[in-house]
């Protein structure tokens, strides 16, 4: 069992920057792939990132794909998400998620879910 509970949400400009935290409860939190997803208003979450139990491996969503980088620190128990060059269609509701195996893009594959913090890029 983990919980999680995301922070760093907020409003920026287009163009700017913000990183996401999401702080894990629990021994175990290096047995889990974590991954980021966000849903923006009238439409489905979707993924974004998604990071292995030890963050040698990475892999990102095309529309974020050398903007954001997921990163992760074991003995924090916490995995960030960095966001640059931030667009007003980044705009959306970021939840982080665990999954107690592989690495997935599927969000019914994650068995844990943060409550989500709002990011709100203005143009």
């Known amino acids: 069992q983990v919980a999680l509970v995301e922070f760093g949400g907020g409003l920026v400009q287009a163009g700017g920057s913000l990183r996401l935290s999401c702080a894990a409860s629990?021994?175990?939190?290096?047995?889990?792939?974590m991954g980021w997803f966000r849903q923006a208003p009238g439409k489905e979450r979707e993924f974004v990132a998604f990071?292995?139990?030890?963050?040698?491996?990475?892999t990102y969503a095309d529309s974020v794909k050398g903007r954001f980088t997921i990163s992760r620190d074991n003995a924090k128990n916490t995995v960030y998400l960095q966001m640059n060059s931030l667009k007003p269609e980044d705009t959306a509701v970021y939840y982080c998620?665990?999954?107690?195996?592989?690495?997935?893009?599927?969000?019914?594959?994650?068995?844990?879910w943060g409550q989500g913090t709002q990011v709100t890029v203005s143009s």
């Open positions: 990071i292995s139990r030890y963050g040698g491996n990475t």
């Open positions: 998620a665990a999954r107690a195996a592989a690495g997935s893009r599927s969000q019914a594959a994650y068995d844990y």
């Open positions: 629990g021994r175990t939190f290096g047995s889990y792939v």
